[in-house]
């Protein structure tokens, strides 16, 4: 059984991993499956590059899709930017193996590392020969899924006590922990996930962690570091509940709810219900980013005035169905 990591685990230093890679016929890397990479150096002896008999076994041409199977073994510093395409890979494997944490290791240009295939339900075709490839493959049953620099999850990892409706809908290098259930519209991007068990009918977007015990309503929407440009680190804390069809673009806080409907963006112009006014006795506005990762609110938008108002809320956020989430 898989074990989530601690948030505060520390950031490892290097990842290794015997892969398999899909070469194209002009040479093109399209993707790299590790069935169980690991942190650290490779083990140290003699033998330590050869690959396992199995994954050599595997290896071989595949002339249904002009591809080559290729076992490798690959090293990488997991503080330094990726390397290449199989770098790319190990590291998003990685993230869905839950051996790292999101936002613990250097993704910087992963974008470029990762080529636009034609992606099968018999794996990667390069986009240049798809269509010449197309008559062929239509008579073996092999459709495409597809066209995206990134894969679906379930296509290199089985995540431990997880329940994914739709799989295309998240992304390897997703984390995903135990407990977790993504619904047939939820989606869950790259170098994000969960903490814990967790309900997710919205979007995660890259690099939002969601802790444990949160619901992600149907709809909501949570900006990531890719958003506009954005710097803000925007996640979402234990048992936590974001409305459906709600967005968040700052971080919220443990047992904090976000009513259904209303955007909350760093900018957005909160008042603050129940607190010290100001001199002339008007309730006091703030900006949302001042309530960043602030526990135990309710955001919500006043039926009348339409301002966007927080209260402090007490006890616990939501309670999730344990028996939908065991």
Do not use: C
């Amino acid at each position: 059984m898989v074990t989530p990591l601690p948030s505060n685990a520390p950031a490892p230093t290097h990842g290794w991993g015997y892969g398999l890679a899909t070469v194209s016929g002009n040479g093109t890397v399209l993707d790299t499956w590790f069935p169980a990479p690991g942190l650290g150096r490779l083990p140290a002896g003699r033998d330590r590059w050869i690959v396992p008999a199995e994954l050599e076994a595997a290896a071989g041409d595949d002339t249904r899709r002009n591809v080559s199977l290729e076992a490798v073994t690959v090293e990488i510093d997991l503080q330094e930017p990726p390397a290449g395409t199989s770098d790319a890979y190990l590291r998003l494997h990685l993230l869905s193996h839950l051996l790292v944490l999101p936002n613990s290791i250097n993704l910087d240009g992963i974008f470029g590392h990762l080529p636009t295939v034609v992606w099968t339900n018999a794996g990667p075709v390069h986009p240049a020969d798809y269509d010449r490839l197309r008559p062929s493959l239509q008579r073996l049953g092999i459709q495409p899924t597809g066209i995206d620099k990134f894969p679906m999850l379930l296509g290199y990892v089985t995540p431990d006590r997880v329940r994914i409706a739709d799989a295309s809908r998240v992304r390897l290098g997703a984390y995903l922990s135990p407990g977790t259930t993504v619904m047939h519209e939820g989606f869950v991007n790259f170098n994000a996930g969960t903490l814990g068990s967790s309900m997710v009918e919205g979007r995660i977007s890259q690099g939002v962690v969601v802790g444990d015990g949160a619901d992600i309503g149907g709809g909501a929407s949570i900006m990531g570091t890719l958003s506009g440009g954005g710097t803000q680190r925007v996640s979402i804390g234990q048992r936590a509940l974001l409305g459906a069809n709600s967005g968040v673009g700052i971080a919220i806080g443990d047992d904090t709810v976000v009513e259904a409907g209303l955007y909350v963006t760093a900018g957005t112009k909160v008042v603050l219900v129940g607190e010290a006014r100001t001199a002339d006795g008007a309730p006091r506005t703030v900006k949302a980013v001042e309530l960043s990762g602030v526990a135990g609110l309710l955001f919500r938008r006043n039926s009348l005035t339409g301002a966007v108002e927080v209260l402090r809320r007490d006890g616990t956020g939501v309670v999730l169905n344990e028996a939908l989430h065991a």
